[in-house]
Structures are given as structure tokens and as C-alpha cells.
């Protein structure tokens, strides 16, 4: 996985990210985990998107270079992981939604809880973070650039297995076809529409 690969619009490189694996060494461990599930957003003409409305202190990251690590906080509840794509200058990001955990099984469990199940341990972009470790200090990150939470290119996933289907949890340009994952794959999040959600237009 390299800048070319990440240097195109979300949509474009959201299904790519599919099989690509982020891990996060840590001072009490490493986890590794290959993406299952991600959603693609775009600049000022996604109204999903947190750069929409142009860029601030909150979004900057968003805005380039491509490859670097983009998290904010979820209702105020959990951290989420978007990896920056695109040109420098113009927002476009892809979220994580969900992955498999393929190192540090053990260390994941620890920060999610004993009780949760292996395919659930990163199912969910909130629960991802947890297991990973991802927290507002890595805000910023270059993933290529060598350091603790880098992104790599994992097995490729058959374009077969790959489906598309709208975006979960969104209210606003939740019709767009813009969620991405593996096929069949206990990892995969499930589909929730939000209450809040209206009909848009396509793009």
C-alpha cells in the first residue's frame, strides 16, 4: 500500500482498502487488522461528509495529504478511523467500518472485554478504534510514514466478494452507494438506517 494507491477520490479507494491490514504497536502490544468494511466521503459536494461545510480545526486533517489518519469522536462516545485519500487540498476520506483482527487477538479482547465474540471484536467503525487502540492522539498520523499505526497491503479480496450498498447510520446522502465490504463476512457490520434519514439525490 502506497500514496498512489490512496491518491483518488474515497469512492475509488474505499473498495481497494479491502483486505488492506492497520496495525498499531503499542507500548502494551500489537494488533493488527484486516478491513472488511468501509464507506467513502467526500468534500463540499457530500452532505454526509464533515468537510461539507468547508474546512476547520476539527476537519483539517481531512483536507491532505492522502495516506494520513483522520479520527473523531462519535456522539461523543467512541473514536473513529478514516484514512485521508485524494489530492492535497480537497477533503476525501474513507471510514473504517470494520475488520478482522489478525494479530493480538488476545489484546483486543482485553480493551473490547472477555465476553465478545472474534468476529465482533472490530465489527462497527467505534469498536475498530477500541480494539486497534485508536484514540485523538493519533489524529494526523502518516500511516506510510513509519510509525506506530502504519497501513498495509494485506490478501486482496476477489472482486467477486466486494459489495456495495448504501451508508449506515447517516441521515443526510444516506442512499449513496458508498459502503464497501467483504461479502459473507461475519465482521461486516449491519446495515441500520437512520431514523433521521430523507430520500436524496444521487450523485
Known amino acids: 500500500m502506497n500514496l498512489e494507491d490512496l491518491a483518488h477520490a474515497a469512492e475509488e479507494v474505499a473498495p481497494r482498502l479491502l483486505g488492506a491490514v492497520l496495525t498499531h504497536e503499542a507500548p502494551e502490544g500489537t494488533v493488527s487488522i484486516a478491513i472488511t468494511e468501509t464507506e467513502a466521503y467526500s468534500g463540499s459536494a457530500d452532505p454526509a461528509s464533515h468537510a461539507y461545510r468547508g474546512r476547520t480545526p476539527r476537519n483539517a486533517v481531512m483536507f491532505g495529504p492522502a495516506g494520513h489518519l483522520y479520527v473523531y469522536r462519535s456522539h461523543g462516545l467512541h473514536w ?98 458508498h459502503r464497501f465490504y467483504v461479502a459473507g463476512d461475519p465482521t461486516v457490520s449491519a446495515y441500520r438506517l437512520s431514523p433521521r434519514a430523507k430520500p436524496s439525490a444521487g450523485i
Not at 478482522?100 to 479482547?109: H, P, S, T
Not at 465478545?116 to 475498530?128: C, D, I, K, T, Y
Not at 494526523?140 to 499505526?149: E, F, I, Q, R
Open 80 to 177: 473513529c478511523a478514516n484514512i485521508v485519500t485524494g489530492t492535497d487540498g480537497i477533503a476525501s476520506a474513507v471510514l473504517i467500518r470494520a475488520g478482522k483482527v489478525v494479530e493480538g487477538e488476545d489484546l483486543a479482547r482485553e480493551r473490547r472485554g472477555s465476553a465478545v465474540e472474534s468476529s465482533r471484536l472490530a465489527r462497527g467503525p467505534g469498536n475498530f478504534c477500541q480494539a486497534i487502540g485508536i484514540t485523538a492522539e493519533h489524529n494526523g498520523t502518516d500511516l506510510l510514514g513509519g510509525t506506530a499505526v502504519a497501513l498495509s497491503q494485506g490478501e486482496s479480496v476477489p472482486p467477486a466478494l466486494v459489495r456495495v450498498g448504501p451508508r449506515v447510520g447517516v441521515s443526510k446522502a444516506h442512499d449513496w452507494q
